[in-house]
């Protein structure tokens, strides 16, 4: 992995949540309104996937390049979900060094090592009540009623520990990101 950025004065938000929550739409609504602001990054994740127009923005790298550069050290944080490989880029390490705030989509799988690569980490949670994030995947048509609720059942833990957010995202997206703007623009004490 690339090298820890524990004593820098960045600080690293994470963002974790249930399928359904709108985590994607929430973190984009939240990348266009901090564009001109250089003080926030939101790095592209790395991905074993083929990108399509109705998924997020992400490098594609196959699954022997990807095995290539996670031994390289060439990640901030990397993990396996459903299948597929997922990293944030080593440069994430600079950006916190430099003083600047990461924001990225993570598994909860890799929080407690992004903490201990560095303290100071916010971990957001975007939600909803169960019945919307039931809908709001049903919606996509994408899997069974039965599959749906296995998905939530599996996603029903909730990280804890020091510095963990909880935004509801079960209104209008504009509300939700405006309470993740607010999140982003707090210091960690206020988080």
Do not use: C
């Amino acid at each position: 992995m690339a090298e820890a950025a524990q004593n820098s004065g960045g600080r690293l938000v994470l963002v974790v949540g249930p399928s359904g929550a709108g985590k994607d739409s929430v973190l984009e609504g939240a990348r266009r309104a901090l564009s001109g602001e250089a003080q926030f990054a939101f790095p592209r994740r790395i991905i074993t996937r083929q990108s399509d127009p109705g998924s997020e923005e992400h490098f594609t790298l196959s699954e022997a390049a990807f095995a290539r550069q996670r031994e390289a050290g060439a990640f901030f944080l990397h993990w396996e979900a459903h299948g597929l490989h997922y990293a944030l880029p080593g440069a994430i390490a600079d950006a916190l060094a430099g003083g600047r705030t990461v924001v990225a989509n993570v598994s909860r799988a890799v929080i407690e090592e992004a903490r201990r690569r560095h303290p100071a980490t916010t971990v957001v949670v975007v939600t909803a009540p169960p019945e919307v994030l039931a809908g709001r995947l049903l919606a996509r048509g994408r899997e069974e009623a039965a599959a749906v609720q296995g998905r939530l059942a599996r996603s029903a833990a909730q990280p804890s520990g020091p510095g963990v957010v909880t935004l509801m995202n079960d209104g209008p997206l504009e509300a939700a990101v405006e309470r993740f703007l607010q999140v982003l623009r707090a210091t960690p004490a206020e988080a």
